[in-house]
């Protein structure tokens, strides 16, 4: 069983950074493909990052240049670094785990089987 708590959301102007933190319990997080999805106010959630080991990452088109996503499998603890952001970013965000051990990049919600309970994050403009 892998437990996934998020932390880290709030409410922060157009512009502004906020840096969201997944910690992770289980023994299987190094060799996890971890990912970050979100969820805007009636729509569907959508993939937002996702890395593998430390420095294999895949980034939506409408994150990327503005999101990093980095782990320290030291403290079983992923990060979504968010610069730049804007009003369309707000969402609940959601932490996920893909333990298969395949070792894949995969945006595919269903190929994650362990979520976090999201943190909410709101951009005003």
């Known amino acids: 069983q892998v437990q996934l708590v998020e932390s880290g959301g709030g409410l922060v102007q157009a512009g502004g950074s906020l840096r969201l933190s997944c910690a992770a319990s289980?023994?299987?997080?190094?060799?996890?493909?971890m990912g970050w999805f979100r969820q805007a106010p009636g729509k569907e959630r959508e993939f937002v990052a996702v890395i593998v080991w430390r420095v294999n990452t895949y980034y939506a088109d409408s994150v990327k240049g503005r999101f990093t996503i980095s782990r320290d499998n030291a403290k079983n603890t992923v990060y979504l670094q968010m610069n730049s952001l804007k009003p369309e970013d707000t969402a609940v965000y959601y932490c996920?785990?893909?333990?298969?051990?395949?070792?894949?990049?995969?945006?595919?919600?269903?190929?994650?089987?362990?979520w976090g309970q999201g943190t909410q994050v709101t951009v005003s403009a």
């Open positions: 996920a785990a893909d333990t298969s051990g395949a070792l894949r990049v995969t945006v595919t919600q269903s190929e994650y089987e362990y």
């Open positions: 289980g023994r299987t997080f190094t060799s996890s493909a």
